[in-house]
C-alpha cells in the first residue's frame, strides 16, 4: 500500500483497534474459521476471528495455541455467548491472553466484557439494533460491530443500511464495524468514507483458496444468486429461534420439519426452551458440518450472506485484499476528482 492512497486516512482508525495492515476482519464460521483462515487472513495483511461457538475447551486451546504457530499476527476469538460451555471458553481465552474477544450471541453480562478487558483483549460486541449498541457502549464495549440482516449464517433483525443511519451515525465514542452483504472495495469505500472503522466479511473469504472448505460448497456458492440466500422462519413464539441464512436446499426444508417436532414437544412438556433451542443450534452445526466439511450441499446447511452474488470466483487471500484495496482506493479518486470538477 502506497503512502499517497487516499484510503490509508479511513483505515487509521481500524487499524490502531485491530493492529494490522487492513482493517478487514474474516468472521468467524463455524468449521470454517479454523486456525489457517485466520492465520492467512493475518498474513495478508487483515483480521481474522476462530469461531468459538460450541468447540469443546480442549479443541479450542488446540486451535488457539495453532495460531500462535502459525502466524505472529494478532487475532481474535468469537465466543457465542448461548453456548453451554460459553463460560469454560471464556476462562480459557483470557487465560490465554487473545488480543480481541467479540461477543455474539445475545447480550454479554458487564462483568464477562470487564473480564476479557482484564486479561489484556479489546472487546467488540454484535449490536443487532440501536437500543442495544447504546447500551452496549455503557456497559463497556470496546466497538461495535454492526451486522446487517443480509449476512449470512445466525443474524438480526435490522438490515445493515437502517444500522447506519441508527447507530453509525450517531455514535462516535467507540470504533464501529460494518457486515453483512459487503464483498467489494467500493462497497468498503463508502462505509468507511461514513465513518465506519473497518469491515467484515465471511461469505468473500469462503471463496478463498485457502478456505477449507469443500470444493462442492464453494462451487454452490459460486452460482447462486443473492436471492438465493434466504433467512429461515420463526413458527411459534415459544420457539424463539434465531433466523439463519443460508442457501435454500432440502436442509432448509429439515429445518422447517425440526421446528414443527420441537413445537410437539415444548406443547407435551418433554423438552424445555432450553432443550429447545439446544436441539436447534445442535442440528444447524451438524448441518453445516456436512455441506462445508463433507461436500453435502443437498441437506447440508449452505450457511451464505446476500452477497453470494456477488463471490463468484474463488481466489487467493492476498488476492482478495488487493481487489478489496485498489476498488476502495479507485472509487476515492474518482469522488475525488468528481468533486475537484
Known sequence: MRP????????RRGQEFLGCRYPITCGAMTWISDYKLVGDVGEAGGFGFLAGGNTP???LEKEIQRVHEYTDKPFGINLITVSPIYKEQLRLVCDMQCDIVMFAGSIPREPEIRRAQDAGAKVICFA????????????GADALMLEGSEAGGHIGPVTLMVLLQQILF???????FAA?????????????MMGAAGIQMGTRFVMSDECKAHPDFKETFRKAKARDAVATPQFDSRLPVIPVRALKNKGTDEFGKLQLSIMQKLKDKSIDTRQAQYEVEHFWAGALRDAAI????????LMAGQSVGLADKIMPICGIME???NDAEA?????????NK
Open 331 to 339: 472509487e476515492l479518486q474518482r469522488l475525488k476528482d468528481t468533486l
Open 323 to 325: 481487489e478489496l484495496v
Open 4 to 11: 499517497d492512497m487516499l484510503i490509508d486516512q479511513f483505515f
Open 294 to 301: 463433507d461436500g453435502d450441499v443437498v441437506q447440508g446447511s
Open 180 to 192: 453483512g452483504g459487503i464483498a467489494t472495495g467500493r462497497m468498503m469505500a463508502h462505509l468507511l
Open 128 to 139: 443487532p439494533t440501536a437500543p442495544l449498541a447504546l447500551r452496549l457502549i455503557k456497559m
Open 170 to 176: 450517531e455514535v462516535e465514542d467507540v470504533p464501529i
Open 57 to 59: 475447551i480442549d479443541l
